[in-house]
């Protein structure tokens, strides 16, 4: 999950990045160079989505069952993983979405 949300955070660096330091009141030339990662963005893009999808399956998909006793045996660590999961999902796709509304914010 942690892999998943920072390729989101770096394939949206080229847009979600300025404005976020501009609303903090930070700014300066070296902002524009932001941008020179717009060419990384689909393979940051495909990163996250495939470090969602290992997440996703090990999460609903254990590949062994648990014993009792183990971490992911107790139930409200599941519920915290399933939580966390879905908090993460939200935020990389906003980050991911976020390019495409970005015009409407500059």
């Known amino acids: 999950m942690l892999a998943g949300g920072l390729t989101a955070i770096l394939a949206s660096t080229c847009c979600l990045g300025p404005l976020v330091l501009v609303t903090l009141?930070?700014?300066?030339?070296?902002i524009s160079d932001?941008?020179?990662l717009e060419p990384y963005r689909p393979i940051f893009i495909a990163a996250a989505l495939a470090s969602l999808f290992f997440a996703w399956r090990r999460i609903w998909r254990p590949a062994t069952a648990c014993a009792p006793g183990e971490v992911c045996a107790v139930p409200r660590v599941k519920r915290a993983y399933k939580l966390l999961f879905g908090v993460v999902v939200v935020l990389v796709l906003i980050a991911l979405g976020f390019?495409?509304?970005a015009p409407w914010f500059y």
């Open 99 to 101: 390019p495409y509304v």
């Open 34 to 36: 932001l941008t020179v």
């Open 25 to 30: 009141g930070i700014s300066g030339a070296w």
